[in-house]
C-alpha cells in the first residue's frame, strides 16, 4: 500500500480509495497461506452474520436454517435481502469477496441477476444490506 501512495496515484475521491483498498485485499488474499485464508473468512463469515441477525427482518427461523445449511462453507455468507420495489425482504447468501466489493462500490444497487419472488413483483431490484 505504500508503494501504492508513493507511486503518485492521485486519490480525488472516496472512490479512488476504495479502489486502491480492493487491489490491496485482492493482493493480501493472494499471498495468504490458503489454512489462514480459510481462518479469515470464516471470522468475517461470523462477524457478518451476527451483525445481520440482529436486524433480520423476515422470519428469524429461515434466516438460521440457512446459516446451519452453509455453516461449512466459510466462502459464503448468509443475508437478508431487500427489494427496492415492494420492500419484501429476502433470506439469501453471497460470495465474500462479492458482498465485500458490493458494498463498497455498489451498496445500494441491485443484485445482478436476482429477481424478488413476490408474485406480484418479480423485479430485477433485491438489494443486499450493508452492514
Known amino acids: ?3 501504492r ?3 503518485g496515484i492521485e486519490i480525488r475521491t472516496i472512490d479512488d480509495l476504495v479502489l486502491l483498498y480492493a487491489d490491496l485485499l485482492n493482493e493480501v488474499l493472494k499471498e495468504l497461506d490458503p489454512n489462514a485464508k ?3 473468512f470464516y471470522e468475517i463469515k461470523l462477524l457478518l452474520e451476527q451483525k445481520m441477525a440482529t436486524g433480520v427482518q423476515v422470519m428469524h427461523k429461515d434466516f438460521e436454517e440457512k446459516r446451519f445449511e452453509l455453516k461449512d462453507r466459510a466462502d459464503r455468507i448468509v443475508l437478508e435481502a ?3 420495489s415492494c420492500n419484501s425482504y429476502y433470506v439469501t447468501d453471497s460470495d465474500t469477496i462479492y458482498y465485500l ?3 463498497n462500490f455498489a451498496p ?3 443484485v445482478p441477476k436476482s429477481e424478488c419472488s413476490n408474485p406480484k413483483c418479480h ?3 433485491l438489494v443486499l444490506p450493508r452492514l
Open 1 to 3: 500500500m505504500i508503494s
Open 5 to 7: 501512495l508513493n507511486s
Open 38 to 40: 480459510e481462518l479469515l
Open 82 to 84: 431487500k427489494c427496492k
Open 101 to 103: 466489493r458490493k458494498r
Open 108 to 110: 445500494y444497487t441491485p
Open 123 to 125: 423485479k430485477r431490484s
